[in-house]
């Protein structure tokens, strides 16, 4: 029986690191965490959020997915739309899903990530 979804791995380019970085801490406020070291070697980096863990792996034919994406709860949309754009990333707002307040971004490698938070 699933029980939860306990990461999820993206993909990016050789090279890449320093940019994910940049990105995901101090543009999503997330905290790296290392990787085990027989991972450490192939390089990447995961990073943490309460209990939502972001993996970046290296791919050497990396191509950003078009269509596919983490989808990411968040608290204050708004809010945290507005830390994203402050720190130069796009906010693409999406008024398709119902019940929902929801806008989507990328990270320096082209992966799409959506954020996403139910209305009361």
């Not at 989808?71 to 929902?100: C, F, K, M, N, S």
Request: net charge neutral; charged share 20%.
């Amino acid at each position: 029986m699933l029980a939860a979804v306990d990461h999820v791995q993206l993909a990016a380019p050789p090279g890449s690191e320093d940019r994910l970085r940049g990105y995901y801490t101090g543009v999503l406020g997330m905290a790296e965490i290392p990787k085990p070291p027989v991972l450490a070697a192939r390089g990447g980096c995961w990073f943490q959020a309460g209990q939502v863990q972001l993996h970046l792996g290296i791919e050497a034919d990396f191509r950003p997915a078009k269509k596919a994406h983490p989808g990411l709860r968040v608290t204050g949309i708004e809010a945290y739309a507005a830390r994203l754009a402050e720190r130069g990333a796009q906010v693409v707002w999406d008024d398709g899903l119902p019940g929902h307040r929801r806008f989507y971004s990328e990270d320096p490698v082209g992966n799409r990530l959506e954020f996403l938070e139910p209305m009361p």
